[in-house]
């Protein structure tokens, strides 16, 4: 089964206010660690590990296996790539058109300082340690660009038939205030004044690319070139205040209080040309014409800022074998969100030209992120080689959209969604390191997560398929005789295939889909290059 992207465009429209729901509250709530490039080389299997200051996000309990103090600084590179190919009617058309884009973006995924203090004592609390850790726990870099010649289906006309359907009088949209009635959703408002729609007898309306026949039949004039493109860049992160305690070099323990913050902007749009202008024929305020392009984009941002808090211990019986586990409660967030659509369309007389920018959208509410419980195993031997074993469960379902006075009648619909389609996600790591000589280090490490989503079908069955999101990472570090060290590492990141439908489907006879809205299949992969400086003292 294919994984459907659901966009924020869809989710807005269908409101006619804001884009709260599952989608978004998956975005605020996943996790893809990154950490130091040790932590990343190793996959971020360091839950049994320790002394990282990566690790701390994982197992606070890391901070207080260190025999120093220690401060690392991270600068990273993500680069984004996408394959995505261009359907023009879901189903029947091959994905053709496959282009590659890619979007780079400069980070700083770990910071952080944490201080050891030797209490002296020969047995029970030998050491504990204080830091402030600042750790990148997801990363929204991502570009998908396709598009095709479509002589079926268009956006203008899925418009007219969300605006027909609804039954809006050109009143409630024409109007500069009709942003602020929330009668309507602002997609048909910003579409209706920018000219991609125009509205006919009866509150019926038609698209800009459309045209009317003789029987009175509506539908697109002629083959039209379109594309459609979205981009997001943000990240999502902690800043962990740590407690660490070393019992008898043999048990440590360690509390985080985290404050998180995250910030995640969207972007898309949709472009149509007319290949030939001719064929698309109208008369706009009386004046004939004929539709030449249109463009719609839609930009959002939410921010947001939260805190949790987590423990953990990690204990190491002997013979090299080390154990840890670690659990984190729900995060209680603070969501802030701005929206912003734009419209404009284009005739063969200029004059005719539509353009509209609606106003700012703002809202904010709350949100509760799910907990997670991380275990890990890992074995050393020696000062030669490591393995090391994670596994995390984090259950989606008790995600929580809430207003700002704490209730969520305001999110039933979304909060519904949450626990009918979502459930418990899986994450595996494993990494090994390998030190041919004491100065150097060779990582690798391996990453698994499940998704949580299920969804329903036309036949109103659900389906809970396995969705899986793969990662591989590479590293090297190097340790000085002295205070300094450093590491570098690669992470490739490999999504599951996502289906992305810029418009609904609009072209029925009765019940009876006749033609079906365009698709684009895309293949999505992330690297990560991160190098991390540091020194102990």
Not at 86 to 95: E, L, Q
Not at 267 to 278: L, N, V
Not at 458 to 466: A, G, N, R
Request: proline share 4%; charged share 15%.
């Amino acid at each position: 089964m294919k994984k459907i992207l659901t966009l924020i465009l869809l989710a807005a429209s269908a409101s006619g206010l804001y884009a709260q729901g599952l989608y978004e509250g998956l975005i605020f709530s996943q996790n893809t660690y990154y950490g130091t490039a040790r932590s990343m080389a190793l996959g971020n299997a360091m839950t049994a590990v320790g002394g990282d200051l990566g690790s701390i996000v994982i197992n606070p309990a890391g901070s207080a296996v260190s025999s120093y103090s220690q401060f690392t600084i991270s600068p990273s590179l993500t680069i984004s790539s996408s394959k995505a190919g261009y359907a023009a009617i879901s189903g029947t058309d091959p994905y053709g058109n496959e282009g590659t884009s890619r979007y780079t973006r400069f980070n700083m995924p770990n910071i952080g300082l944490n201080l050891r203090y030797d209490t002296g004592q020969k047995y029970g609390l030998k050491s504990m340690s204080f830091g402030i850790v600042a750790n990148g726990t997801n990363n929204y870099t991502s570009r998908i660009i396709a598009g095709g010649v479509n002589n079926a289906t268009t956006y203008s006309g899925a418009l007219a038939w969300d605006a027909t359907n609804g039954g809006y009088a050109p009143s409630v949209l024409n109007s500069r205030d009709s942003y602020d009635r929330h009668s309507a959703p602002w997609a048909l408002i910003n579409g209706y004044r920018g000219g991609i729609i125009g509205d006919m007898p009866q509150n019926r309306y038609i698209g800009s690319a459309e045209v009317i026949y003789p029987n009175g039949d509506i539908s697109i004039g002629g083959p039209i070139d379109q594309t459609y493109g979205l981009q997001s860049y943000g990240s999502k992160y902690d800043i962990d205040l740590n407690w660490g305690f070393n019992v008898d070099d043999q048990w440590f323990f360690g509390v985080n209080i985290g404050i998180q913050g995250l910030n995640y902007q969207y972007d898309e749009y949709i472009k149509e040309f007319a290949r030939d202008p001719s064929q698309f024929p109208m008369e706009v305020d009386g004046v004939p014409t004929e539709f030449h392009n249109l463009r719609y984009r839609y930009s959002y941002n939410a921010s947001g800022s939260g805190i949790n808090a987590k423990i953990g211990v990690l204990y190491v019986p002997g013979n090299g074998l080390r154990l840890g586990a670690a659990i984190q409660t729900p995060t209680a967030l603070t969501i802030r969100e701005r929206w912003k659509y734009a419209a404009d369309t284009h005739f063969t007389s200029s004059s005719l030209d539509c353009n509209e920018t609606s106003p700012e959208g703002r809202y904010d509410y709350n949100f509760r992120a799910p907990y997670r419980v991380n275990a890990g195993v890992a074995y050393t031997y020696e000062n030669i080689a490591m393995v090391s074993v994670d596994y995390e469960m984090c259950d989606y379902s008790t995600m929580r959209f809430f207003s700002r006075d704490g209730y969520d009648d305001d999110f039933s619909e979304a909060n519904s969604d949450i626990r009918d389609l979502t459930g418990i996600s899986h994450m595996l790591r494993a990494g090994v390191e390998l030190k041919p000589v004491p100065e150097f280090a060779i990582r690798t490490g391996y990453n698994l997560t499940s998704l949580p989503e299920s969804y329903y079908d036309e036949h109103h069955s659900k389906h809970t398929d396995t969705f899986m999101t793969h990662m591989v990472s590479f590293g090297l570090g190097y340790s000085s005789p002295g205070s300094f060290f450093a590491d570098i590492a690669a992470r490739y990141v490999f999504y599951p295939k996502e289906y992305v439908r810029p418009y609904g489907d609009y072209l029925y006879d009765g019940n009876v889909l006749k033609t079906a809205s365009p698709e684009i299949e895309s293949s999505r992969t992330k690297l990560n290059l991160v190098l991390t400086l540091g020194f102990r003292f």
